[in-house]
């Protein structure tokens, strides 16, 4: 029956129709085969450039993260051999804190627990910062109350030696 019409067709109409089958197949195939794999590729090569980005951001964070290691570590060595409780005992005095000290006692092996009163506040923050900064001395935990005074602070700090 198809091969019928097919031969009642002219030589023309059947150019035509060959022609147009080859155009139909071309376009679904474009549709349904290399369309969504283009888009997949696109998306593919987006989601790419995005981990690159995410990769530089982590490398540039490693990088931070190991210059400061070596700061910490160099400053381990500026102690002059002291012990984290020497340290903190002489570096706070060094920091105008001496008066506001009223204990500085061990907290396990490489933590310091130093309690101020009185103790000014400007000067507690500079002190932790050198403590941090020079010697590689972290505060893992501080609690401050007002004290009678401006700016004068109750005070209790937890230092910890740099890993």
Same mark, same amino acid.
């Given at each position: 029956?198809?091969?019928?019409?097919?031969?009642?067709?002219?030589?023309?109409?059947?150019r035509?129709?060959?022609? /147009?089958?080859? &155009?139909?197949?071309? *376009? %679904?195939?474009w +549709?349904?085969?290399?369309h969504?794999? @283009?888009?997949?590729? =696109? #998306?593919?090569?987006?989601?790419?450039?995005?981990?690159?980005?995410?990769?530089?951001?982590v490398?540039?964070?490693?990088?931070?993260?190991?210059?400061?290691?070596?700061?910490?570590?160099?400053a381990? /060595?500026?102690r &002059?051999?002291k012990? *984290? %409780?020497?340290? +903190?005992?002489?570096?706070?005095?060094? @920091?105008?804190?001496? =008066? #506001?000290?009223?204990?500085?006692?061990?907290?396990?092996?490489?933590?310091v627990?130093?309690?101020?009163?009185?103790?000014?506040?400007?000067?507690?923050?500079?002190?932790?910062?050198?403590?941090?900064? /020079?010697?590689?001395?972290?505060?893992?935990? %501080?609690?401050?109350?007002?004290?009678?005074?401006?700016?004068?602070?109750?005070?209790?700090?937890?230092?910890?030696?740099?890993?």
């Amino acid at each position: 029956m198809m091969r019928a019409w097919w031969q009642a067709q002219s030589a023309r109409d059947r150019r035509t129709l060959v022609v /147009g089958a080859i &155009a139909v197949a071309l *376009l %679904l195939g474009w +549709a349904l085969v290399w369309h969504p794999l @283009a888009l997949r590729r =696109d #998306a593919l090569e987006q989601e790419v450039a995005s981990r690159r980005e995410d990769l530089i951001a982590v490398q540039r964070g490693t990088a931070q993260i190991a210059q400061q290691r070596a700061i910490g570590q160099r400053a381990r /060595g500026d102690r &002059a051999g002291k012990s *984290l %409780l020497a340290l +903190a005992d002489a570096t706070a005095r060094e @920091a105008g804190l001496g =008066d #506001a000290i009223r204990h500085v006692e061990p907290a396990g092996s490489r933590n310091v627990k130093v309690s101020l009163e009185g103790a000014n506040f400007d000067a507690l923050a500079q002190w932790m910062e050198t403590l941090a900064g /020079g010697y590689g001395v972290e505060t893992t935990e %501080l609690s401050a109350d007002r004290a009678d005074g401006a700016g004068l602070v109750n005070a209790r700090v937890t230092l910890q030696d740099a890993p």
